[in-house]
């Protein structure tokens, strides 16, 4: 490798990763073009739209408009596509990487910014139905890719942290930096907002400064990018079966001793591996954030038939990456040693699905009928949800596992 163009060598990671996922987004913009899909993109735009210009005056829309835009703001990530082997071969030239770490970030500019902008435009009718003395809608982008700009620095220099305490808080204010300023700008003159920003800039510039740091820090970057490319394959799964699905695991003890309660017998080895798998990875992480959108949203929505296709969608969702946990282990040799059979692998599958779904069906459905203006829409869709959740369950996914 010549060290001296290493800006050409991040094209070239870069370009390989694209020739390796390129076959996998082919199955995704198949399964994207289906009309079921396409019809709750159009009414999802037509109940917003709707929705929007119901809205009073006085309704607090900063409440919806910030949080979304904080975590697109703040949440920075920046793709390096290192591998494992780098640690030890690109350490002694660290110092010659500078131009492959700023393609880097500028890539991550880029797709991150494009991100931003999307969601502030699906918000823009919002802000323009109530706040009508308002800037023009440039001098907004501006300071949001600025602000992007400004926060994927701040993820940079907390990339090069000793320690993973320092990065954390730092991540934490830095969140609630953007959150404030965000609420700033919706509520106050955009112009003070500004000002804020150049005031936090400053003192998280200062503050970084203070913090102890490698010049790379090899192993963090590496470990995070392993994570960006676990998030990429196992939304491929979500589609076609994916060989390359790694996995990352993490403890959860508070959660992890459920599946012990199931009975020892061999007709539960299955379903208590895939409990445990299940718990101790980002499926379940997944199954919690749709939960928490869902939640949100029919807190936010007013339109009965909203808050049902609000309820209903994160369920369809969740149903689909679940299907995904079967795909996990499929690689596992010793898995292939145990006298066990393998329909039962299946069944594992299908009934950790079915006890999700349905425990998301039910939590969401009492907080459907608690927010809902009449008993129609919410036990319209609890029962056309528990009616998909069979059939998801026992005709499409018994297909599928075959």
């Not at 350490?91 to 890539?107: S, W």
Request: charged content about 15%; overall charge positive.
């Amino acid at each position: 490798m010549n060290f001296s163009s290493s800006d050409q060598w991040w094209i070239q990671r870069r370009n390989q990763f694209f020739k390796e996922t390129s076959y996998y987004w082919k199955y995704v913009f198949q399964n994207l073009s289906s009309g079921f899909l396409f019809f709750l993109i159009v009414a999802g735009f037509y109940g917003y739209t709707r929705w929007v210009e119901s809205l009073p005056e006085t309704f607090p829309y900063y409440w919806l408009t910030v949080p979304l835009l904080t975590w697109a703001v703040a949440h920075s990530p920046i793709r390096t596509f290192l591998r494992e082997a780098d640690k030890v071969f690109l350490l002694p030239v660290e110092q010659q990487m500078g131009a492959y770490f700023t393609k880097a970030i500028l890539y991550s500019l880029i797709r991150q910014s494009i991100v931003v902008l999307l969601i502030f435009f699906l918000l823009w009718p919002l802000y323009a139905h109530l706040e009508p003395e308002r800037a023009p809608v440039w001098v907004y982008l501006i300071f949001l890719v600025l602000g992007k700009w400004a926060n994927l620095m701040g993820s940079w220099q907390e990339s090069q942290t000793h320690y993973d305490s320092p990065r954390h808080w730092a991540l934490v204010l830095r969140i609630l930096a953007n959150a404030f300023i965000l609420f700033l700008m919706y509520t106050n003159d955009l112009w003070i907002a500004c000002l804020s920003a150049l005031l936090a800039v400053a003192v998280a510039w200062f503050g970084y400064s203070r913090i102890p740091r490698h010049y790379i820090h090899w192993d963090y970057l590496v470990q995070q990018e392993k994570q960006h490319r676990q998030k990429h394959y196992l939304f491929f799964s979500w589609f076609i079966e994916v060989d390359k699905l790694p996995t990352r695991v993490k403890p959860r003890r508070w959660a992890a001793g459920i599946p012990s309660r199931l009975s020892l017998k061999p007709a539960n080895t299955y379903l208590y591996l895939f409990s445990k798998t299940y718990l101790r990875s980002e499926t379940a992480s997944i199954s919690l954030r749709l939960l928490l959108v869902s939640i949100f949203l029919m807190i936010v929505v007013s339109d009965d038939w909203v808050k049902a296709l609000c309820y209903l969608v994160p369920l369809w969702l969740g149903g689909v990456q679940l299907s995904s946990l079967q795909q996990i282990h499929r690689y596992r040799f010793w898995l292939q040693i145990y006298p066990l059979d393998g329909a039962e692998k299946n069944r594992a599958v299908r009934q950790l699905t079915l006890a999700v779904l349905l425990l998301h069906a039910l939590l969401n459905g009492a907080l459907l009928l608690w927010l809902s203006a009449s008993w129609l829409y919410p036990l319209a869709s609890i029962g056309f949800a528990l009616l998909l959740i069979v059939l998801y369950v026992h005709v499409y996914l018994t297909k599928k596992l075959k």
